[in-house]
T-cell receptor
Framework: AAGVIQSPRHLIKEKRETATLKCYPI?????VYWYQQGPGQDPQFLIS???????DKGSIPDRFSAQQFSDYHSELNMSSLELGDSALYFC?????????FGPGTRLTVL | AQKITQTQPGMFVQEKEAVTLDCTYD???????LFWYKQPSSGEMIFLIY??????QNATEGRYSLNFQKARKSANLVISASQLGDSAMYFC?????????????FGTGTRLLVSP
């Protein structure tokens, strides 16, 4: 069965640089979510999209923005990166009850 | 505020034995969903099982079952016949209507170690 696809899987950036993370949800899933998981932490919700419209927003810094495109893929844009942004970033998608996570993008900010 | 509590930071079990991972939740909403995820050391979040607050029967998925006690606000995960590959971090999570019925709120997780 098709799963959520995320790219890249690993990303290394310098402080103050920008990063773009991509997510391709499971086909026909109508909702996409982004989560951030710091080292040794549980995942924290950032933002979600339902049918390409932003549907919910969590503790997402103003330096971050996200959107969902007409083909349902989503991108998380992160600017002015800080050391504290180093984390595992998950995209998840759902249609109904389940919420399925992608493999994550591990971002390291040096 | 909605909250998930996992009181066991770590659990040990021998191969082939059953293990119960505890999860309690706090919500004032009547409609909510409870999830369990497995996170191996490789990092991916694997969906295991889901229980809706109005589901009359406890959810089961293969070796995983959810012991849902609504009055006690608990949703413990039971893994039967543990395998070495079950060694991982396990997260309990909740989704509820107050948050637009979308985002998940996670507990702090329980690290399970299965020994031969």
């Amino acid at each position: 069965a098709a799963g959520v696809i995320q790219s890249p899987r690993h990303l290394i950036k310098e402080k103050r640089e920008t990063a773009t993370l991509k997510c391709y949800p499971i086909p026909r899933h109508d909702t996409v979510y982004w989560y951030q998981q710091g080292p040794g932490q549980d995942p924290q919700f950032l933002i979600s999209f339902y049918e390409k419209m932003q549907s919910d927003k969590g503790s997402i810094p103003d330096r971050f923005s996200a959107q969902q495109f007409s083909d349902y893929h989503s991108e998380l844009n992160m600017s002015s990166l800080e050391l504290g942004d180093s984390a595992l970033y998950f995209c998840a998608s759902s249609l109904g009850r389940g919420q399925y996570f992608g493999p994550g993008t591990r971002l390291t900010v040096l | 505020a909605q909250k998930i509590t996992q009181t066991q930071p770590g659990m040990f079990v021998q191969e082939k034995e059953a293990v119960t991972l505890d999860c309690t939740y706090d919500t004032s909403d009547q409609s909510y969903g409870l999830f369990w995820y497995k996170q191996p050391s490789s990092g991916e979040m694997i969906f295991l099982i889901y229980q809706g607050s109005y589901d009359e029967q406890n959810a089961t998925e293969g070796r995983y079952s959810l012991n849902f006690q609504k009055a006690r606000k608990s949703a413990n995960l039971v893994i039967s016949a543990s395998q070495l590959g079950d060694s991982a971090m396990y997260f309990c999570a909740m989704r509820h209507r107050n948050t637009g019925f979308q985002k998940l709120v996670f507990g702090t997780g329980t690290r399970l170690l299965v020994s031969p």
